[in-house]
């Protein structure tokens, strides 16, 4: 079991971890765990111990408010929908960090009557397809990807495997895109486009495209 801490921080770019999911998710005994709380954390850990080949569990620095109850159940390849509404439009999913982002955009969308979906996909392998299909299925096939990550072998990568065979379904994903500089998390996520603003953004540009196309 290997455990490795991934931000966008102060440290500099020797010490942010942006490429290690597209490594482990190219070993074909790795299961890549990546957690958005302190229980979540917890469940990997346990579950890890028990889970046959390379464990990666993939945790954030800053100090995230806690999403889940302590008596949460959790499962290798099983996401969490941690936001939905009847009315939601687009399905984004998040990990670690970027799933805090993508609640918090939840909430300034839903002020402009615009409802979101956000899945927590808890392990990005084995990534649970058929909650993603299911879920997308309901926002009329509209996904938003965004990770702390390189574009390059990550979480939105995982994503587009999933659902490469699905029909009527569009896809846009937020990322990392250049190497890194040092600075306060919040900063760092604001400059490279994976924060809440850029979130918000990307929804918007999304459901106006769907309206340009009717």
Not at 31 to 36: A, E, L, M, R
Not at 48 to 72: D, L, Q, W
Request: aromatic letters at 6%.
């Amino acid at each position: 079991m290997n455990v490795t801490v991934s931000f966008l921080g102060e440290d500099g770019p020797s010490l942010m971890s942006l490429e290690d999911m597209a490594m482990f998710r190219a070993i074909p005994t790795a299961t890549i765990f990546y957690p958005s709380d302190g229980v979540s954390i917890e469940k990997a850990v346990e579950l890890a111990a028990s889970t046959k080949g390379v464990c990666y569990i993939r945790t954030s620095r800053p100090e995230n408010s806690v999403i889940y109850s302590s008596n949460e159940d959790f499962h290798v390849g099983q996401a969490k929908v941690v936001y939905q509404s009847t009315e939601d439009k687009v399905t984004v999913v998040g990990a670690g960090i970027t799933l805090h982002e993508a609640m918090a955009a939840a909430d300034m969308l839903k002020k402009e009557r615009i409802f979101i979906r956000v899945i927590d996909p808890f392990t990005i392998k084995p990534l649970d397809s058929k909650t993603i299909i299911e879920n997308a299925r309901q926002t009329r096939g509209r996904i938003l990807t965004v990770e702390d990550h390189y574009y390059e072998g990550g979480l939105g990568e995982a994503v587009c495997s999933a659902v490469v065979n699905e029909q009527g379904f569009t896809l846009q994903r937020l990322a990392v895109a250049h190497v890194p500089r040092s600075g306060k998390p919040n900063e760092l996520l604001k400059i490279y486009g994976i924060d809440r603003e850029a979130i918000c953004q990307a929804v918007r540009k999304m459901l106006s495209g769907s309206a340009n196309a009717k």
